[in-house]
């Protein structure tokens, strides 16, 4: 038997699959700032995520957002599990993309990211 010492990448603990886009810190809060949905421009994008804001921000459009230490941004979708039973792929990307778009004001590639690290 092999015993397996360091990063695990199916640890559900430390990571996500979300279907979305990924937006830097910068780009995002002047984003939000500009079309009134974060009223402080000089707060701190991942508190906001955290507060009353920004969880109203993100239940409204029914949309995550994942934050990982040490990134410089912002995954910004859904994530897969999340997907209902009668709804297809396709059109859980498009209404993804839609959504993503008229929040944010401008259209954004979106893809699956997923994400593993290991808290140490």
């Known amino acids: 038997m092999k015993k397996r010492i360091g990063f695990v990448s199916n640890s559900s603990s430390s990571s996500f699959c979300i279907y979305?886009?990924?937006i830097s810190h910068e780009?995002?809060?002047?984003?939000?700032?500009?079309?009134?949905?974060m009223s402080d421009p000089c707060g701190d994008i991942e508190s906001w995520f955290w507060g009353i804001e920004g969880a109203d921000f993100l239940k409204k459009h029914s949309l995550s957002a994942q934050n990982p230490e040490y990134h410089e941004g912002t995954y910004l979708g859904r994530s897969w599990?999340?997907?209902?039973?009668d709804?297809?792929?396709?059109?859980?990307?498009?209404?993804?993309?839609?959504?993503?778009?008229?929040?944010?004001?401008?259209?954004?590639?979106?893809?699956?990211?997923?994400?593993?690290?290991e808290d140490r």
Do not use: H, M, N, R
């Open 27 to 37: 780009k995002l809060k002047e984003t939000l700032v500009a079309e009134g949905i």
């Open 81 to 85: 599990k999340d997907i209902p039973d």
């Open 87 to 117: 709804q297809t792929g396709a059109t859980f990307k498009e209404e993804v993309e839609k959504t993503i778009t008229e929040t944010l004001g401008e259209e954004v590639e979106c893809s699956t990211y997923e994400v593993a690290w």
């Open 20 to 22: 979305g886009t990924y």
